[in-house]
T-cell receptor, first 109, second 113 residues
Framework: GQNIDQPTEMTATEGAIVQINCTYQ??????LFWYQQHAGEAPTFLSY????GLEEKGRFSSFLSRSKGYSYLLLKELQMKDSASYLC??????????FGPGTRLSVLP | NAGVTQTPKFRVLKTGQSMTLLCAQD?????MYWYRQDPGMGLRLIHY???????AKGEVPDGYNVSRLKKQNFLLGLESAAPSQTSVYFC????????????FGDGTRLSIL
């Protein structure tokens, strides 16, 4: 079967660093995506990993270990506007995209 | 620069009624998708299309039909709405290459009474 796990909720303080984990078991692997989704809005693309290692984009970084079926999204210098849900999605074979349930992050002042 | 546009944004239906959700994209993307999002379950793929005139089933296709008569439009139909189809529906599109992210519309909030 196909399964993606993420923590349901996380809380962090403004200015801090938070790591959101994602573990996956899918048939086929053609990359892992992270999306941000504010309440009541559409998901927006944050990062893409297909090779093992760390991809850095400003305050956001994403890591992938294909052998462990594991990824994390690292958010630095947290801001109030980072309060949102973060979705992990794996592209399997063809157009098979499998999304995790999402992690709701609350950033407190 | 509209991107992906979904209509309507909100709708309330009675059980047994039918309706069509429209998705339009202006990015010349080949691939289009329909998802539903329910609390605690993440986005689940209903149907998708890899080009004009083609459609394929996703993870949860039962009770839905789709059509892609024009490259820029992807329609999702509910023939006989059921309360279990109450959800938020998202349309997405992308170029299809493995590293290309999906671009999402703002969603349609559908309630079936």
């Amino acid at each position: 079967g196909q399964n993606i796990d993420q923590p349901t909720e996380m809380t962090a303080t403004e200015g801090a660093i938070v790591q959101i984990n994602c573990t996956y078991q899918t048939s086929g692997f053609n990359g892992l995506f992270w999306y941000q989704q504010h309440a009541g809005e559409a998901p927006t693309f944050l990062s893409y990993n297909v090779l093992d290692g760390l991809e850095e984009k400003g305050r956001f970084s994403s890591f992938l270990s294909r052998s462990k079926g594991y990824s994390y999204l690292l958010l630095k210098e947290l801001q109030m506007k980072d309060s949102a849900s973060y979705l992990c999605a794996v592209r399997g074979g063809g157009q098979n995209f499998v999304f995790g349930p999402g992690t709701r992050l609350s950033v407190l002042p | 620069n509209a991107g992906v546009t979904q209509t309507p944004k909100f709708r309330v239906l009675k059980t047994g009624q039918s309706m069509t959700l429209l998705c339009a994209q202006d990015m010349n993307h080949e691939y289009m998708y329909w998802y539903r999002q329910d609390p605690g379950m993440g986005l689940r793929l209903i149907h998708y299309s890899v080009g004009e005139g083609t459609t394929a089933k996703g993870e949860v296709p039962d009770g839905y039909n789709v059509s892609r008569l024009k490259k820029q439009n992807f329609l999702l139909g509910l023939e006989s709405a059921a309360p279990s189809q109450t959800s938020v529906y998202f349309c997405a599109s992308n170029r299809g290459q493995p590293n290309q992210p999906q671009h999402f519309g703002d969603g349609t909030r559908l309630s079936i009474l």
